[in-house]
């Protein structure tokens, strides 16, 4: 499974960006799909998920209400649409994918390089 990450880059507090994540290999459409990142000097943290159908979608408290994550099963892309971002959003964003769902705690098995975002005050 290889996963592909864009739409990465620096904007002003308050602005909005759009990451996308493109997956290739096995059956990607039955797998589910999440969000990670990572910020300078802290551990990785869980942002979103979502299932294989969409029918189960979980946030982080943290973004809940400004981040939204969606998937198109026929494009093998999960997206993750982040607005109002704020400075403590500024991380390196990953896309990931597991056959289980995905949960906070759930370290799952294939990932993408990640991609940076970074936003100023």
């Known amino acids: 499974v290889q996963l592909v990450e864009s ?15 493109k997956a290739s290999g096995v059956t990607i459409d039955a797998y589910n799909r999440g969000w990670f990142r990572q910020a300078p000097g802290k551990e990785r943290e869980f942002v979103a998920s979502i299932t294989w159908d969409s029918g ?50 759930t370290i799952p098995r294939y990932w993408g390089q990640g991609t940076q975002v970074t936003v100023s005050s």
């Open 7 to 21: 739409g990465g880059g620096q904007v002003q507090a308050g602005d909005s960006l759009r990451l996308s994540c």
């Open 56 to 105: 189960t979608i979980h946030y982080a408290d943290s973004v809940k209400g400004r981040f939204t994550i969606s998937r198109d099963n026929g494009e093998n892309t999960v997206d993750l649409q982040m607005t109002n971002l704020e400075p403590e959003d500024t991380a390196v964003y990953y896309c990931a994918t597991d056959s289980s769902v995905i949960i906070p705690s």
